[in-house]
Nanobody, 115 residues
């Protein structure tokens, strides 16, 4: 069974940067991309970024130009580099495949952007 363990969240001031890490163990049965998702209080979980098996990257319009994602060559680690953070980026961040493995969500890592 695949497992995802996220880390790197913190309290940061607006305009700051954070790098989130995701350790992937096990092997997803099949996937097209590794992805980062986030869930803010009172909101649904949303897709933030994807890195495809060929290395291509897509990000949500709300984070375009500020966030990017990367992975190691064997997909055991996935990263989310977040720059120019805004208060609206405050959320719990999760990694998973895309589409996600429903029963394999990790605990996530809390990112709080506040003065």
């Amino acid at each position: 069974q695949v497992q995802f363990v996220e880390s790197g969240g913190d309290l940061v001031q607006p305009g700051g940067s954070l790098r989130l890490s995701c350790a992937v163990s096990g092997r997803p049965l099949s996937f097209n991309a590794m992805a980062w998702y986030r869930q803010a209080p009172g909101k649904q979980r949303e897709l933030v970024s994807r890195i495809w098996v060929d290395g291509g990257i897509t990000v949500a319009d709300s984070v375009k130009g500020r966030f990017t994602t990367s992975k190691d060559g064997v997909n055991s680690m996935v990263y989310l580099q977040m720059d120019s953070l805004k208060p609206e980026d405050t959320a719990v961040y999760y990694c998973n495949t895309n589409p996600p493995v429903a029963n394999s969500w990790g605990q996530g890592t809390q990112v709080t952007v506040s003065p």
